[in-house]
Nanobody, 127 residues
Framework: VQLQASGGGLVQFGGSLTLSCRTS????????IGWFRQAPGKEREGVSC????????YYADSVKGRFTISRDNAKNVVYLQMNNLKPEDTAVYYC?????????????????????WGKGTQVTVSS
């Protein structure tokens, strides 16, 4: 199982970025996939997840209405569209999957239970 996040960068307050997560080694459509982030000196937190077969999505309250998670199963890629970015969104963003934990608030909250992680991509939002 491999995941690789990309697309991070420096953006101004109110700007947009789209992160991509390329996956391999498992059937993306069969498992939940999520985005997490970790700011300097802070605990990792769940941002969003997408259930298997795209039946449901969950978002952290802090990003609802601004971020959208989606996937392209044909390309084995998961996206996180981030709009109206704020300085507090600055963090390293990771994509992750787990073969047993469904996409839910628990999936986002208990990140230590998520088994497979990719290397992160840095997002910096300037004020």
């Amino acid at each position: 199982v491999q995941l690789q996040a990309s697309g991070g960068g420096l953006v101004q307050f109110g700007g947009s970025l789209t992160l991509s997560c390329r996956t391999s080694g498992f059937n993306l459509n069969h498992y939940p996939i999520g985005w997490f982030r970790q700011a300097p000196g802070k605990e990792r937190e769940g941002v969003s997840c997408l259930s298997s077969s795209d039946r449901s999505t969950y978002y952290a309250d802090s990003v609802k209405g601004r971020f959208t998670i989606s996937r392209d199963n044909a390309k084995n890629v998961v996206y996180l569209q981030m709009n109206n970015l704020k300085p507090e969104d600055t963090a390293v963003y990771y994509c992750a999957t787990d073969f047993e934990t469904p996409c839910s608030t628990s999936f986002l909250r208990y990140y230590h239970r998520v088994d497979y992680w990719g290397k992160g991509t840095q997002v910096t939002v300037s004020s």
